[in-house]
T-cell receptor, first 112, second 110 residues
C-alpha cells in the first residue's frame, strides 16, 4: 500500500545545531508539504513543493529550508535550531489541489 | 475575520448525543472544503469532503453555506470513538493550498 513516512519520529537537539527531518511518500504525488503544529496555532505551512526542483515558502518559513531532488522525498532542514522551533512537524502529500491530503505520522522535535 | 474560525471547544457530550460544529471562513473564492479528524498525538486524516449540496456519510453530515461562508459538521448518535479534534479545512491559500482551522475538540463520555 502507498504511504507517507517520516523520520525520525522523535528528536532532541541543541540550539544552533542543524537538523534534517525526512519525508518519503510512495504515492508518486507531485505536491508535498511541511507543517508545524503548536498549541493555539493549529497547522501552519512551512514550505511546499509542486514537483521536482520546485520549492516555495509558506507562512512560517524563516529558519527552514527544503529541497526536492525526486518525487518521493522532501527533507526539511532547520539550519540552526532554535527553541522556538520545538514543535510537532507533519509532512503531507496530495495528487491535486482538490484531492485528499495525506499526512505522515509526524516528528516531535525538541530543541534545548 | 480570520481565514478559518472554529469554536475550540471542548464539546463534552454523552454517548448517543447529536453534536454540531460550525466553521466560518473569509475567502469567498475557496472552492474545496473538508473536515479532517485528528486524534491526540496523531496525524490529521480526512473525515469527509464537503459538497455544495451537502453530503452524508453514515452518522456524519456536512453542509456548506457559501452565502454566509460557513460549513458545518453534524454527528449523530455519538460514539466514544468519535472523541477527537475536528479540523475545518478549505483551499484558498497561496496557489490554492489548504488552510486549516485550529480545530474543535470533542469528548464523548459514557
Amino acid at each position: 500500500d502507498a504511504e507517507i513516512t517520516q523520520s525520525p519520529r522523535h528528536k532532541i537537539t541543541e540550539t544552533g545545531r542543524q537538523v534534517t527531518l525526512a519525508c518519503h511518500q510512495t504515492w508518486n504525488h507531485n505536491n508535498m508539504f511541511w507543517y508545524r503544529q503548536d498549541l493555539g496555532h493549529g497547522l501552519r505551512l512551512i514550505h511546499y513543493s509542486y514537483g521536482v526542483h520546485d520549492t516555495n515558502k509558506g507562512e512560517v518559513s524563516d529558519g527552514y529550508s527544503v529541497s526536492r531532488s525526486n518525487t518521493e522525498d522532501l527533507p526539511l532542514t532547520l539550519e540552526s535550531a532554535a527553541s522556538s522551533q520545538t514543535s510537532v512537524y507533519f509532512c503531507a502529500s496530495r495528487e491535486g489541489l482538490a484531492t485528499e491530503q495525506f499526512f505522515g505520522p509526524g516528528t516531535r522535535l525538541t530543541v534545548l | 475575520r480570520k481565514e478559518v474560525e472554529q469554536d475550540p471547544g471542548p464539546f463534552n457530550v454523552p454517548e448517543g448525543a447529536t453534536v454540531a460544529f460550525n466553521c466560518t471562513y473569509s475567502n469567498s473564492a475557496s472552492q474545496s472544503f473538508f473536515w479532517y479528524r485528528q486524534d491526540c498525538r496523531k496525524e490529521p486524516k480526512l473525515l469527509m469532503s464537503v459538497y455544495s449540496s451537502g453530503n452524508e456519510d453514515g452518522r456524519f453530515t456536512a453542509q456548506l453555506n457559501r452565502a454566509s461562508q460557513y460549513i458545518s459538521l453534524l454527528i449523530r448518535d455519538s460514539k466514544l470513538s468519535d472523541s477527537a479534534t475536528y479540523l475545518c479545512v478549505l483551499n484558498g491559500g497561496s496557489q490554492g493550498n489548504l488552510i486549516f482551522g485550529k480545530g474543535t475538540k470533542l469528548s464523548v463520555k459514557p
